[in-house]
């Protein structure tokens, strides 16, 4: 059976559902737009437009400069995958990946390293860890400092196992590169902005799209709800913590559960990271890299006594 028969197929499905249960529909695409528009445009867009200024600007190199030694130590790659590193960590799903493919295409960074930083720079922000996993999911019974630890611990690990055994002396040098050249600032500034809405608004469709996918699946799930909330969770993260927090399941098989499923990203985060690699780089390196960040944190949570 051929990829474009089981998509075709799959949206025909939705289709079918989007008629026969309108008002179902209408709900979770409701609350999809809803995380569109009231978190992920607010938090997300003005880094994507004020990164996108920087990089064409191209004085990320002078300003990063001092930190050189220790980008090239730790976590081994040039200013700008050091630049990649810093905002991928602060700024969470997908502009870490956003970023190294960016680079990427300006020739600021090689391809060996721009797959490597996708390996460790496409993260959960600090922002969405404290605020909703936190505060809004865990209700503030383990401490953000717990769940930032068990996070990044696992993403250290996958830091040192792809460079020492995948991608051996990824840094590149730090030369200036070539940059298709913008003639002024008004130009980086309407070209940022533009990109800006443009990577937005395909962010918002894709959440839109698995917010269907989860529901239709829910609803059509043939077996008991604490089944349903297993299968479903990983569809898309912020839906699939909230039906974890307000599940039946025990106190420490939710926190546990939750912060894994934070670690992951979930399927729609995963095809967002597709979207903005925009077929430069390959998505098996951050897949690879997401299972097994995931699998640590997993593993730390059950030995520790986090939870």
């Known amino acids: 059976m051929s990829k474009n028969t089981i998509l075709t197929g799959g949206i025909c499905f939705l289709l079918v ?93 090689s391809k060996k390293e721009a797959l490597y930083l996708t390996t460790f720079c496409n993260n959960p922000s600090p922002a969405f860890i404290i605020t909703y996993l936190c505060k809004s999911c865990l209700k503030d019974t383990v401490p953000a400092g717990m769940v930032f630890a068990s996070i990044f611990s696992a993403n250290l690990i996958c830091i040192l196992f792809f460079r020492f055994f995948v991608y051996q002396n990824a840094t590149i040098s730090d030369s200036p590169g070539f940059s298709p050249e913008i003639s002024s600032r008004k130009n980086i500034l309407d070209f940022s902005i533009m990109n800006g809405f443009e990577t937005i608004t395909r962010l918002g469709g894709y959440i839109l799209l698995f917010s269907l996918v989860f529901t239709c699946i829910r609803h059509y799930w043939p077996f008991s709800e604490q089944t349903s909330i297993l299968f479903t969770s990983p569809i898309e993260l912020t839906t699939g913590l909230q039906q974890i927090a307000h599940s039946r399941y025990s106190w420490r098989f939710r926190c546990i559960s939750s912060i894994t499923l934070t670690a992951f990203g979930g399927l729609c985060v995963m095809f967002q990271t597709k979207s903005v690699l925009e077929n430069r780089l390959s998505l098996f390196p951050y897949v690879t890299s997401k299972c097994l960040n995931t699998s640590l944190v997993f593993l730390f949570l059950v030995l520790s006594d986090i939870v």
């Open 17 to 109: 559902f989007l008629l026969l249960h309108p008002a179902e529909s209408l709900s979770c695409a409701r609350a999809g737009m809803t995380l569109w528009l009231n978190t992920l445009i607010p938090t997300l867009l003005p880094f994507i437009i004020l990164t996108g200024m920087l990089t064409h600007t191209g004085h990320i190199r002078k300003l990063l400069l001092p930190f050189e030694s220790f980008f090239h130590i730790f976590p081994g790659v040039s200013i700008w995958g050091g630049y990649v590193f810093v905002l991928g960590m602060l700024c969470g799903y997908p502009l870490g990946a956003k970023l190294a493919s960016d680079l990427y295409g300006l020739h600021k960074i």
